[in-house]
């Protein structure tokens, strides 16, 4: 048995497994990736059942002799709840609920589950509950059999409202002052962000399959101590670090929340605030878990992902993480089909070095190579020059002070009359 979740309670839930995939290629990815979800809520295996569904059935999604299979083995394994690896709607939700007499949670709702228990920052908690509430309201019906009336007060005799409609307005109003606070996180976000703009240095996202290993990528590069754990969605709360190299390249590096194969829509769109950090960044450092045999399948799941957020034409550079425990032949295979990709080990630091010759070089286009002798009485624009691009060599003369430098643009023009012939 694993450990507790923090914060969550000691008592973990009996879970009984229905996988429902028709593609046998995805059988085995789906059927792990689900057990490690159950791991992450903090349940236990409790028993599983499969069941290829081609089309399913509005009513139950599964067909009537698979659902009395089911609330059999629910009822041998003494299972507290029913988990489908599938999004169900809210009539399949309680006709299965009232066929197997427990609880039935769909694969949204045991992910939203885990983004709950991880989401530290108000942020991270506003886009959580908005996510959450989004995926309710459509689901409000099923937890009515009857459509009891309020009592009408004076001024409100009558029928009155019904509870379903008083509910799903009062979702929905929760849902607006949701998106509201949201607005204004993403209004101070849009602040930091245009703050970072101000200063040259390029902004590199880490994205990448969730415990694909980008808080430990994070970590070693930033010098970072952000929570890295091969759990899925260890992280949810962005983290954004300034990272200055002894040779005068600097690079703001952020680390983004995890992706995973049918990320639920109201994620994608609760997160969007957070996940734009992608779209806005210089580079997307794609992080790879080439040690799973399933790598190919989750790099498509990220690449799906990043162009909903449309962010598929920023520029990217692949990398092969954690070489130092992957199977060769699996390391071969991905340099063969992406010869560009870089090896690396978040972990131990292996091909580090190579990850950011290559930043450098990718990212080079956006500084603009200069030599000045600036005035003394102009000091203040070499002073400035430092978080305007990388300073290569700085000289105090006679005469002024001597600048080989790489600019951003808006510097490059200031400095640009003082303009001097390079020195070997």
């Keep these: 048995m694993s450990q507790a979740i923090p914060g969550q309670p000691e008592d973990r839930d009996s879970l009984f497994l229905v996988y429902v995939h028709e593609d046998d290629a995805e059988t085995l990815i789906c059927e792990a990736e ?41 009822a041998e394994t003494g299972a507290d709840a029913c988990v489908f690896d599938c999004e169900l709607s809210g009539i399949q939700l309680r006709n299965l ?39 309710r309201l459509p689901r ?9 009336r309020q009592r009408g007060g004076i001024g409100m005799r009558g029928p009155g409202e019904t509870k379903l409609e008083s509910d799903r307005r009062m979702v929905r109003d929760r849902i607006s002052k949701l998106k509201g606070e949201i607005d204004q996180v993403k209004r101070h976000r849009d602040l930091q962000r245009a703050g970072r703009k101000n200063i040259a240095s390029p902004t590199a996202a880490i994205v990448g399959y969730t415990s694909s290993g980008k808080s430990t990528l994070m970590n070693h590069m930033a010098g970072t101590s ?9 992280t949810l709360d962005p983290t954004t670090r300034k990272v200055d190299q002894s040779d005068g ?79 060769p032949e699996f390391v071969a295979e991905a340099k063969r089909a992406f010869p560009d990709a870089i090896p690396i080990s978040a972990l131990n ?30 000091s203040q624009l070499v002073e400035s020059a430092y978080g305007q691009g990388r300073i290569i060599r700085k000289d105090y003369r006679e005469d002024g002070i001597y600048l080989e430098a790489e600019l951003s643009d808006e510097h490059f023009n200031r400095l640009e009359a003082f303009a001097c012939a390079r020195e070997d």
């Design 249 to 327: 390249f600097s690079f703001f590096l952020v680390d983004t929340v995890g992706f995973i194969r049918d990320l639920p829509t109201q994620l994608v769109a609760a997160f969007r605030a957070t996940l734009e950090e992608t779209i806005n960044a210089d580079i997307l450092l794609h992080l790879v878990d080439v040690s799973n045999p399933d790598w190919e399948i989750q790099m498509d799941a990220v690449d799906e992902t990043l162009a909903g957020l449309g962010a598929q034409d920023v520029p990217d550079l692949i990398l092969l993480n954690k070489v130092d425990i992957a199977d």
């Design 349 to 378: 630091g292996d091909g580090i070095d190579d990850l950011l010759a290559a930043m450098k070089k990718k990212l080079s286009g956006r500084l603009k190579s200069l030599t000045v002798l600036v005035p003394y009485d102009k």
């Design 34 to 74: 689900l057990e490690g979800l159950i791991e992450a809520a903090g349940g236990d295996i409790a028993g599983s059942a499969r069941q290829k569904v081609k089309k399913p059935l509005r009513a139950t999604y599964i067909g009537k002799g698979k659902v009395e299979e089911i609330k059999l083995a629910i």
């Design 226 to 234: 952000v929570l890295a754990d091969a759990m899925p969605f260890a």
């Design 97 to 135: 609920e009232e066929a197997f007499e427990c609880r039935v949670l769909d694969r949204t709702q045991l992910i939203l589950d885990i983004f709950a228990s991880r989401a530290f920052t108000r942020e991270g908690q506003l886009q959580v509950e908005l996510a959450m509430y989004t995926y």
């Design 140 to 148: 409000l019906m099923s937890v009515y059999t009857k459509f009891e």
